[in-house]
């Protein structure tokens, strides 16, 4: 791979990692966010039922949001290795 082409994954390493990171500090905001609009398309649902739908909302985006994370930085250090030990 040349330099140029390294230096271009690194940089969507680093985009990927970024919107995993996003994902998992806002989690809760984006939960609650959803499980509110869900609320209001309902129009009504049990205090139980509602505090459910939020929960599984936060826990798909905190999930998302590390895989997203996790891959982003292990293919960034993996690309930067690689462009450590670029023969050039």
């Known amino acids: ?3 140029v082409k390294l230096e271009g ?3 969507i390493s ?3 990692s970024l919107a995993g990171g996003i994902m998992v500090f806002f989690s809760v905001n984006f939960g609650v966010s959803l499980g509110e609009y869900w609320l209001s398309k309902r129009g009504g649902a049990n205090h139980d039922l509602y505090l ?3 929960e599984g ?3 798909s985006f ?3 949001g590390s895989v997203l994370l996790a891959v982003g930085l292990l293919a960034g250090y993996f690309h930067y290795y690689k462009l450590l030990h670029l023969k050039e």
């Open 62 to 64: 905190l999930a998302g």
């Open 52 to 54: 459910n739908v939020i």
């Open 1 to 3: 791979m040349t330099k």
């Open 9 to 11: 994954l690194m940089m």
């Open 57 to 59: 909302y936060t826990n």
């Open 14 to 16: 680093a985009l990927i």
